[in-house]
């Protein structure tokens, strides 16, 4: 099959299950689901569809195993779709890439600050004396260095 047709396939697959998916399958396991993205084999045995689910890592897993639960359903739907030798046999993965993007976000923020505040340094209060950094020892009441 030609990349292009395995595109089409992979686009329809798409639309079926995310369609299904919103409108069809009454599990309650299954909520909160949005399909990134389908990848066929080249035979069309198989197809992996990408999906990301919002809420905590528990509500994930349910709704993964609902999912696994209704691939004989969703193949049943895309085999009258598309017009095939073979229904593709449905896998579903977790797309982590939002929250890899969350996590990378906070970590830019994080060293931007980091570098920010490292930049800006001590600053000078009126009175000459610099203001003290986080770690620093307080001045002296007087201004007069410290004697040990």
């Known amino acids: 099959m030609t990349s292009r047709r395995m595109l089409k396939a992979a686009e329809a697959i798409r639309e ?13 396991r299954v909520k909160d689901v949005t399909v990134i993205s389908v990848e066929v084999t080249p035979d069309m045995r198989e197809a992996t569809v990408s999906i990301s689910v919002m809420g905590d890592e528990a509500q994930k897993q349910r709704s993964l195993r609902g999912l696994q639960n209704s691939a004989g359903f969703l193949q049943s739907k895309i085999a009258n ?61 007087t201004g007069a260095p410290e004697s040990s």
């Open 16 to 28: 079926v299950v995310a369609s299904a998916i919103l409108t069809e399958i009454r599990d309650p």
């Open 81 to 141: 779709r598309i017009d095939t030798r073979y229904t593709p046999r449905l896998q579903f993965e977790l797309n982590r890439g939002m929250e890899n993007a969350m996590v990378v976000g906070e970590l830019l923020g994080k060293i931007r600050r980091e570098q920010q505040a490292d930049q800006d340094g001590p600053t000078e209060e009126s009175d000459g004396q610099p203001t003290p950094v986080d770690g620093d020892p307080p001045a002296s009441a």
